[in-house]
C-alpha cells in the first residue's frame, strides 16, 4: 500500500477499518507536503509522455491517477485485494493489479519507470524487490523509492524517555525498519546506476493523523515494552494535544532515484 498505510498496518482487515484507513489515508495525501513530494517523485522518473509506469504499493490509487494526468500509462499493483478494489472504483478508467513486490503481474521489461510509495519497510528481502524492479524495467528504465525512517519519528509529548521507548518498540514490529536510509546502497547493490538520494521532512498536526500516534504506542504495549498503563498514560496525552491543536509528528523521509543500466 503506498502513503501512510503499511504505518496504519495495526488496524484491522474489517471492512469498516479499512474505510477508516482510506480516509486517514485521503487527508494525508492531502497536506500540501505530500502533495508536493508525490510531485517530486514524478519528476524524478523524468519519463516521455506515453510512457509505462508501475505504482508498487498504490493502495487506493491517487498516484496512478496523477502519473496519468501527466501523461503517462501508468499501473497501480498492491497485494491488498480490498485497495485494489477501492482504487478501481474511483479511477474506473485506470489499470490496477493485485500482486506484491517480489512478483510483480507484469512482463520483462514492461514499464520504463517504477515507483514505491513506504513499500520497502514492509519488505524482508528489499534485495529481491530490487531484482524484480529490473526484471520489469526497460533497459535505461527509472526506478523512484520513497520512504520514512521508522527508527527517527519525531514526536513531541509530555514524557520524551517513553517516547522514544514507544517509537523504537514499534520499529522493531516493522520487517525492515530502516530500509529507507538504505536505498542508496540497495539501489548500487542491485546495480542500478545514477543512484541519488534525497531527504525530505513530514510533519503532521493534523488531529486526523491521531489514530496513527495511537495505534503507535498500542503496537509497543502489544510488544511488551511498556505497560498499559503507560500507553494510556501518553495516549491521553497525544488526545488532549490534538483536541487543543498542538499535535506534533514529523517524519523523515528519503527519496532515492536512479537508472537501470541500458543494454
Known sequence: MS?????LAYMSKTKESMESLIRLLDVA???????ALRARSYDLLTLPDGAAVVDVGCGAGRA???LSERGMRAIGVDVSEEMIAAA???WPQADFRIGDAFDLPLEDGEVAGYRADKVYHELADAAKALEEAKRVLAPGGRIVLIGQDWDTFIIDSDDPALTRT?????ADLIPNPRAARRYR?????AGFQDVKAEAHMGVFTDAAMLPMLTGIAEGARAAGAITPEQEAAWASDQRTRAQEGRMFLALPIFVASASKPGE
Open 29 to 35: 495525501d492531502a497536506l500540501p507536503g505530500a502533495v
Open 88 to 90: 478501481r472504483h474511483r
Open 64 to 66: 496512478v491517477d496523477e
Open 166 to 170: 514507544i517509537v523504537h518498540a514499534r
Open 3 to 7: 502513503t501512510l498505510s503499511r504505518m
Open 185 to 189: 546502497n540497495l539501489l548500487l547493490d
